[in-house]
């Protein structure tokens, strides 16, 4: 059964955590310094917020498959849907090994589809999606831009 992906960006990690876990009624279930993860089941959601985005806000959504084959399954999805789909494959991100793609909707929010296959003891150094997402220079690994974003909050590429 697939899990639906939420990533915000957040300025004060701490805070953040109180807000949701009363929100959620629950803790997270991966806390680090720069990032916290609940595992919901209801309702089913992957809900991560980290300090590593640009400015505070939606990060980008997603899909989380179970499998292989739901991960097949997501990626027909993707095609079907139109865009232009960056393959990543095997990476280190957000503390956890997995095979991941992404895509842009039509309004420009970032759709990452993916399958974790294990943990991994660090963050992740952003060179994947770096360079899966260049024209956006924005993901759940990447460093905050070094130029501000638009003030629009759209996901025009930054000089």
């Not at 084959?69 to 280190?92: C, M, P």
Request: net charge negative; glycine share 10%.
């Amino acid at each position: 059964m697939k899990r639906f992906h939420v990533h915000v960006a957040v300025d004060d990690l701490t805070k953040s955590i109180g807000f949701y876990s009363a929100l959620f009624a629950a803790q997270p279930s991966v806390i680090r310094a720069d990032y916290a993860k609940w595992m919901l089941d209801d309702p089913r959601v992957n809900f991560a917020i980290s300090t590593r985005g640009g400015q505070p806000g939606l990060d980008h959504l997603g899909i989380q498959a179970e499998s292989g084959d739901e991960l097949k399954e997501i990626y027909f999805r993707l095609h079907a849907a139109g865009g232009n789909i960056v393959e990543q494959g095997l990476t280190s991100c957000c503390y956890a090994k997995s095979e991941k793609s992404w895509i842009d909707d039509p309004a420009g929010i970032s759709w990452e589809a993916f399958h974790t296959t294990g943990a991994s003891t660090d963050y992740g150094d952003g060179s994947g999606e770096r360079g899966a997402r260049v024209a956006h220079e924005k993901s759940c690994c990447s460093p905050a831009p070094e130029v501000a974003a638009p003030a629009c909050g759209c996901s025009q590429a930054l000089p």
